[in-house]
């Protein structure tokens, strides 16, 4: 499994924008697809982006299409979510995730293997 550190959480007022880090350690990083999801208070854990181990491939939860975007740094291990015009019900913990296999969609959390510990986004209105 790979370790995986999210940052870049903060507070933001709505239409701000925040860019989050995943850096990741272990295997080679470019093998592994790379996912972000949320989970709000009292809320399940959602999907909000993936991208593929080359960054040839992303894909985003309808919530959030338009307004973030995914992209990763190999050289770096590192995955990046640049987050725009944020709206109060962005606010959530937000996890990156590493996939070493595609039996699943990649927006079920069934697909990765290894998770981060979170980092907490809150937009205010």
């Known amino acids: 499994q790979v370790q995986l550190v999210e940052s870049g959480g903060g507070l933001a007022q709505a239409g701000g924008s925040l860019r989050l880090s995943c850096d990741a350690s272990g295997r080679t990083f470019s093998s592994y697809d790379m996912g972000w999801f949320r989970q709000g208070s009292g809320k399940e854990r959602m999907f909000v982006a993936f991208i593929t181990g080359s960054g040839a491939s992303t894909y985003y939860g309808d919530s959030v299409k338009g307004r973030f975007t995914i992209s990763r740094d190999n050289a770096k291990n590192t995955v990046y979510l640049q987050m725009n015009n944020l709206k109060p019900e962005d606010t959530a913990v937000y996890y990156c995730?590493?996939?070493?296999?595609?039996?699943?969609?990649?927006?079920?959390?069934?697909?990765?293997?290894?998770w981060g510990q979170g980092t907490q986004v809150t937009v205010s209105s």
């Open positions: 995730a590493a996939a070493t296999t595609a039996d699943d969609p990649f927006s079920s959390e069934r697909r990765y293997d290894s």
